[in-house]
């Protein structure tokens, strides 16, 4: 808005003319005259004189609505952006007094519901409307209707209720309480005797002797029993005693014939238990740093002779005890597989067999529950098999509905169990993908714990999305003291270091070797030593907190498998595709302090016992024996 300019002059003399025209006002009761007196002008000393033109000056004024006190450099922290950003809208109402009344309308809804609330009702308020209008008809017809000597009525007026707000009642109530009744019942106590005997051999043996002529006794009512007797009980069916007689029979049998085929076995087998015993091999004194590998006992199944071996595993309980998983690598004929556990005791036939539809390529026993086998297969499911259920179904297993990987899962292992106390285990796949699978009730629930992916292939799809190339993983293996701690190898060649607090990133990578990686194992013994094998004919030791390896072995030949020695740290056997086995002894000054050897506690076979267990793609597999004097350099040996 434009103000014009206003004259200081003028304004000082009405200011001046109008404070004393109210003096003279007030002071017009005291004399008439009083307000005819000229009047003084008071000037302020300080007041600034202007000339006719500057009074006559227009000067332009502009209101703005925006508030000077407000700040003006607001920051707030955007949480889309990850960063502080500058406000540039700031808020320029200022409120300097606020009030809030507490009027009603009484034809408004509010209105009524505190009148009906406070108790007046809409007659007694037109009512006394009225009253303020015609205050003066009333008392005249009051007058005029009560007459001489008598007195208007009062005016008839509801009182208003009024509640007293300390006023209240306590409110209770009572349940009924249900009748105890006591009930005992009483009863004599089972009749107590005293027995005592002796058990031993000829006294079991005369006990024997009696069950057998009662048997014979009562075989000899029967066939005295007359015809019409004898058809009833054919009608009635067979008795439950009988039944349970002839199973406890045929376990009695089971449990002889079992033994009586172990003893066979180990009489058959006598030469070669003879030479796991006492085997010297003499020429190993012309030999220099290099041992033998001595072919054992050799174990085969007619109905799985056309599957390959694709896993192998011992019982961490029962040292003579170990599982073989049949399957098959080949991706036009794939076929049904099998899982079978034999036991040294009896080297001719399976302990347990299992079938499946799809082929097992890979399985794991639990250490503190050996009866469980974990299993994973080439359609990419995994099961769980109960060795103490009599069926040949798995336990648990995924499905299509509730889970599984899209590729053959090349890899399981078991974990601890979980804060829950469930049981759960590990798998890996070629879907780039490392999942955990947990017991939960009757069922596998699963979630991923890491997907692999390689750097560096990111591609630009439709719309700007952003497609990654998944890595392929073929085998991983968990630290033994570092429980979150693990390695992931792929076929890239890639060996990864990863965590399973992490799924979004990896710890490190390890550009290992120039093909698949198709095995990774700590050093039971060395906590910061691993070791990997790859089908470009190498074998590496790596420490896994340096980013080169400290020993490469060319063994001529794609390696299929590792294994470190349970007895030492520096001893390994790696499996390559040509059929040979070889063992490694690492020694020298400069190993003595990086890898020293550790004997293992004598507590079972395998732990004592220098052997190699090997397997083939003609679904035979054997053990091997290290050579007592193999103890440099390389031993090799083609068994298959």
């Known amino acids: 808005q434009a103000v014009k300019g206003i004259n200081h002059q003028e304004l000082s003399d009405s200011v001046g003319s109008r404070r004393n025209d109210e003096d003279a006002s007030t002071e017009a009761g005291e004399g008439a005259d009083e307000w005819t007196l000229s009047k003084t002008l008071l000037k302020p000393p300080d007041q600034l004189e202007l000339t006719e033109a500057e ?6 004024r502009i209101l ?3 508030n000077p006190h407000a700040p003006q450099n607001i920051v707030r922290y955007s949480f889309k952006e990850r960063a502080y950003k500058a406000i540039s ?8 007094f606020s009030l809030d009344g507490n009027l009603l309308l009484r034809d408004s809804d509010e209105g009524r519901r505190q009148s009906a609330k406070i108790g007046l009702e ?10 303020e209008g015609s205050k003066e ?3 005249a017809a009051s007058a005029e209707e009560a007459g001489e000597g008598e007195e208007p009525p009062p005016h008839s007026m509801k009182e208003q209720k009024l509640t007293n707000q300390f006023n209240f009642c306590e409110r209770a109530s009572q349940t009924f309480n249900d009748p105890v009744r006591e009930r005992a019942c009483q009863m004599e106590p089972p009749p107590r005797a005293t027995f005592s005997a002796t058990a031993n051999q000829w006294e079991i043996y005369d006990a024997y002797v009696e069950e057998l002529q009662k048997l014979e006794k009562s075989k000899e009512k029967e066939k005295q029993k007359p015809l019409v007797a004898k058809k009833e009980d054919k009608l009635r069916g067979r008795k439950l005693t009988s039944l349970e007689s002839q199973s406890d029979d045929v376990t009695k049998v089971t449990k002889a014939a079992k033994i009586v085929e172990r003893m066979v076995n180990q009489n058959t087998f006598d030469d070669l238990a003879q030479d796991f015993k006492y085997f010297e091999d003499p020429a190993d004194e012309y030999r220099d740093q290099e041992g033998t590998l001595l072919p054992l006992w050799k174990f085969q199944y007619d109905k799985a002779k056309r599957l390959a071996v694709t896993a192998i595993c011992w019982n961490p ?3 003579d005890l170990f599982a073989v998983g049949h399957g098959s690598y080949d991706f036009m004929k794939q076929s049904r597989g099998m899982l079978l556990l034999y036991t040294m005791k009896n080297p001719s036939f399976p302990e347990y067999i299992f079938s499946s539809e799809s082929g097992i390529m890979c399985l794991d026993i639990h250490n503190d529950h050996p009866y469980l086998l974990a299993v994973g297969f080439y359609d ?5 098999y109960n060795l103490k259920k009599l069926h040949s179904q798995p336990g648990y297993k995924s499905s299509a509905k509730s889970g599984k990987h899209t590729d053959p899962v090349w890899q399981v292992k078991w974990q601890k169990d979980d804060l829950d106390n469930n049981l759960n285990f590990f798998s890996i796949s070629s879907d780039g993908r490392i999942v955990s699978w947990t017991l939960v009730k009757n069922e596998l629930v699963h979630s991923d714990v890491i997907k692999l992916s390689v750097e560096g292939t990111t591609m630009e799809g439709p719309e700007g999305l952003q497609l990654q190339t998944i890595g392929c993983g073929t085998s991983f293996d968990f630290h033994k003291k570092i429980d979150y701690l693990f390695l992931v190898g792929t076929e890239e060649g890639k060996i990864y270091k990863c965590s399973k607090s992490y799924s979004s990133q990896f710890l490190d990578t390890f550009d290992a070797h120039h093909m698949a990686v198709d095995a990774v194992s700590w050093n039971p013994y060395h906590m910061k030593v691993f070791i990997s094998c790859s089908s470009d004919w190498t074998v590496k030791i790596w420490d896994h907190t340096i980013k080169t390896p400290m020993f490469i072995f060319d063994l001529n030949s794609a390696v299929g498998d590792i294994a470190w020695a349970p007895y030492s740290s520096t001893v390994f056997a790696a499996v390559t595709t040509d059929g040979k086995v070889r063992g490694f002894i690492l020694t020298g000054r400069g190993l003595r302090n990086l890898m020293r050897a550790v004997p293992s506690p004598s507590h079972g076979i395998p732990s004592t016992l220098s052997w190699v267990f090997s397997g083939c793609a003609r679904s035979a597999w054997g053990i091997l024996l290290w050579g007592p004097n193999s103890v440099l350099g390389i031993s090799n040996c083609s068994s298959h």
Do not use: F, M, S
């Open 55 to 60: 009074l006559k000056e227009e000067v332009t």
């Open 380 to 384: 990419g499911n995994v099961a769980i």
């Open 89 to 96: 809208y700031v808020d320029q109402l200022a409120i300097h």
């Open 64 to 66: 703005t609505a925006n």
């Open 317 to 319: 309980r029962y040292k």
């Open 137 to 139: 008809d009333i008392p």
């Open 122 to 131: 809409p007659e007694v308020e037109e009512a006394e409307v009225k009253e």
